[in-house]
Nanobody, 118 residues
Framework: QVQLVESGGGLVQPGGSLRLSCAASGLTFRSYALRWYRQAPGKERELVATIDTTGISTNYVDSVKGRFTISRDNAKNTVYLQMNSLKPEDTAVYYC???????????WGQGTQVTVSS
């Protein structure tokens, strides 16, 4: 059974930092591209960051470039999202997603809440 379990969310002041983690089990982790999405109240789910199977290629939505960093540790079956200089508009539920590089099946985590507020 495939599981993706996010952690690391919480309440942080504007300008602060958080590090999200997503631990995967039940799949061949190194064969999956990984993504972080977010969904704010009343808004559609938004793709925030992606990382390829090797960890070499990454992409970000413009609004987080220079502030967020996605990384992966294939030995620990974990993907991370380091979030710095957080803004109130970053408030959302953050989800990790894994998609097989070849057969394109994908899995989702349950989400973790990030709230940026003073």
């Amino acid at each position: 059974q495939v599981q993706l379990v996010e952690s690391g969310g919480g309440l942080v002041q504007p300008g602060g930092s958080l590090r999200l983690s997503c631990a995967a089990s039940g799949l061949t982790f190194r064969s999956y591209a990984l993504r972080w999405y977010r969904q704010a109240p009343g808004k559609e789910r938004e793709l925030v960051a992606t990382i390829d199977t090797t960890g070499i290629s990454t992409n970000y939505v413009d609004s987080v470039k220079g502030r967020f960093t996605i990384s992966r540790d294939n030995a620990k079956n974990t993907v991370y999202l380091q979030m710095n200089s957080l803004k109130p508009e970053d408030t959302a539920v953050y989800y990790c997603n894994a998609e097989h590089y070849l057969v394109r099946n994908e899995y989702w985590g349950q989400g973790t809440q990030v709230t940026v507020s003073s």
